[in-house]
């Protein structure tokens, strides 16, 4: 049951990173169009969970932490990233973790 609901979600995301993959992407415009079906589908399959694929950290959650810490501090990126809370939080909580800490980038 784990694994069918692991592969369903594994599915889903593959098909709205290739749905994202075929836009145009040549300017920071149309990526930050791409980004709002990224991360309504990031959120969605968190569901009510404390990390993005269950209750313990994993390696999803170490791979997307840099890209939506960077994502949500660029001025155009606060946005999309203000209509979902729920990975805010996330974000924040990761942000906290001394591998993060360690290996954080430099403030821009």
Same mark, same amino acid.
């Given at each position: 049951?784990?694994?069918?609901? @692991?592969?369903?979600?594994?599915?889903?995301?593959? #098909? +709205?990173?290739?749905? +994202? *993959? %075929?836009?145009?992407?040549? &300017?920071? *415009?149309?990526?930050?169009?791409?980004?709002? !079906?990224?991360? =309504?589908?990031? &959120? %969605?399959?968190?569901? &009510? #969970?404390? $990390?993005?694929?269950?209750? #313990?950290? =994993?390696?999803?959650?170490?791979?997307?932490? /840099?890209?939506?810490?960077?994502?949500?501090? +660029? !001025? &155009? *990126? %606060?946005? /999309?990233?203000?209509? #979902? /809370?729920?990975? @805010?939080?996330?974000?924040? @909580?990761?942000?906290?973790?001394? =591998?993060?800490?360690?290996?954080? !980038? /430099?403030? $821009?």
């Amino acid at each position: 049951m784990l694994r069918d609901v @692991q592969t369903d979600r594994a599915d889903r995301s593959r #098909h +709205v990173i290739r749905q +994202v *993959g %075929r836009q145009e992407l040549n &300017d920071f *415009g149309a990526v930050l169009n791409g980004s709002e !079906p990224c991360l =309504s589908e990031i &959120d %969605r399959l968190m569901e &009510d #969970h404390r $990390f993005l694929a269950g209750e #313990h950290v =994993s390696l999803a959650d170490l791979m997307v932490i /840099p890209l939506l810490h960077f994502f949500g501090n +660029v !001025p &155009d *990126g %606060r946005a /999309p990233m203000a209509e #979902h /809370p729920k990975l @805010q939080n996330w974000v924040k @909580q990761m942000e906290t973790r001394q =591998s993060f800490q360690v290996t954080k !980038p /430099p403030a $821009f």
